[in-house]
Structures are given as C-alpha cells and as structure tokens.
C-alpha cells in the first residue's frame, strides 16, 4: 500500500458526461501527478500539482482540468467524455516536486466511456 | 525531447531463469533520474529504484540488479533466479528536467510484460 488514495475505483459513464476523480496523497507529500495509462498510448503524464499550484503539464486535453486544494487532496475533472478517454487514471504524490524524488502512485480509477 | 524505449514488448521464461530487461533513454540534460517501477496484475506502479545521471554504480537488492551505462545511455533491469511472482509489467522511466522549481515530469517507457511459467 503506497498510502496514496483514489476514488472511484471504477467508473462506467457515457459519451458527453462529465465526471471527477479525487486524489489523497500519501501524508506529508505536497506534490501530486495525474497520469492516463491506455493500450495505445501507454503511461501519459497528464498535469502536475506542488502545494496548490500547478507547476507541470503535460499532454492534457482542454476537456480535462485539475486542482489541488488546501488539505493537498486533488481532483481531476474530464468533461465531454469521448470513448478514447477510456483508461486508467492514476494519481501519484511525493514529498516535493523535484526531479530526483520517486512518485508513489495509487491504486488508479479505471474510467470507462460507453 | 525525452524519451525512453523498452523494446522487449514481452518476455517470457520458466522459473528460475535469469531475466534482463532493458531500456534506453534520450535526454540532452546532464542532470537526470531514471526510475524502474512494477506494476502486478493487480493494477498499481510500485516503486523499485531510482539512479541519478551521476551515479553510474550498478546496485542489487537481493534478486534484482541495476546496470546503468551513460556510454550506451542504457539502465538495464535483471532479475536472478526468477519466480512466478516476478510477473508483471515493468516501466522505465526518465525524470525530465524541468526549468521551474518543484516541478518534475517522468517519461515513461512502452512497459514489458515479464511472465514467468512454473
């Protein structure tokens, strides 16, 4: 168990929906990452939270957005959902945001778009 | 830009062979961190190591062993006398400098499936 929390662990939804995914990071840890894993894609990094603020984004669709709140808890929200943005959606968190630190992931939400 | 490659989609081999898995990384920064995690069956990226640009001593950890070459830019994964609960996906990855402070971004490679057979 790497304490990092994700919620749902599944969600099945239809094409046009909107839906949030919620993040508890490990306790102590003030950054936290967002990454889709698809068969055709693999591991994507998707956006990157350090205290609140965002500080990395990656190929993140404008449909999707993030936050992080004041409790380090962050959501990920993917709106006008296409069947392509079904996938695993995983959270990892770590102590800062510096580039040697490992990520500790969580156990990922499996979205899936019919 | 970065990138890492695992050109062994799958590997499969019966218990107790010896296994490595490789990965080759592209970065033009000096500084940089690779990453090797797991992921079972089960669906979570577990954590193996972490090897800094600077740090080129090969490391074991009981069955598993690291070699990290920056001549061929390679940071390749062994593990010895394989089991059947070595199965699972293994990632590279590479930490991508990033000019901002506390900002990190980990490339991750294609993954390969290791089965191992009874």
């Known amino acids: 168990d790497s304490g990092v929390t994700q919620t749902p662990k599944h969600l099945i939804t239809a094409t046009g929906q909107r839906v949030t995914l919620r993040c508890s990071p490990r306790?102590?840890?003030?950054?936290v990452y967002w990454y889709q894993q698809s068969l055709d894609q693999g591991l994507q990094f998707l956006i990157q939270?350090?205290?609140?603020?965002?500080?990395a984004k990656g190929n993140i669709l404008e449909r999707f957005s993030a936050q992080q709140f004041p409790d380090l808890h962050s959501e990920l929200n993917l709106s006008s959902l296409e069947l392509g943005d079904s996938a695993l959606y995983f959270c990892?968190?770590?102590?800062?945001?510096?580039?040697?630190?490992?990520?500790?992931f969580g156990p990922g939400t499996r979205l899936t778009v019919l | 830009a970065q990138k890492v490659t695992q050109a062994q989609t799958e590997i499969s081999v019966v218990e107790k062979e010896d296994v490595t898995l490789d990965c080759v990384y592209e970065?033009?920064?000096?500084?940089?961190?690779l990453f090797w995690y797991k992921q079972p069956p089960s669906g979570e990226l577990v954590f193996l190591i972490r090897?800094?640009?600077?740090?080129?001593q090969n490391e074991i950890s009981g069955r598993y062993s690291w070699n990290f070459q920056k001549s061929t830019s390679s940071f390749n994964f062994t593990i010895t006398a394989s089991q059947v609960v070595d199965s699972a996906v293994y990632f590279c990855?590479?930490?991508?400098?990033?000019?901002?402070?506390?900002?990190?971004?980990?490339?991750f490679g294609q993954g390969t499936r290791l089965t191992i057979n009874p």
């Open positions: 990892a968190s770590s102590v800062d945001g510096e580039g040697y630190n490992e990520q500790f």
């Open positions: 306790s102590g840890d003030l950054s």
């Open positions: 939270y350090y205290n609140g603020e965002e500080r």
């Open positions: 970065t033009r920064d000096t500084t940089y961190y």
């Open positions: 090897r800094n640009s600077f740090d080129e």
């Open positions: 990855a590479l930490s991508e400098a990033l000019r901002i402070q506390g900002a990190q971004k980990l490339v």
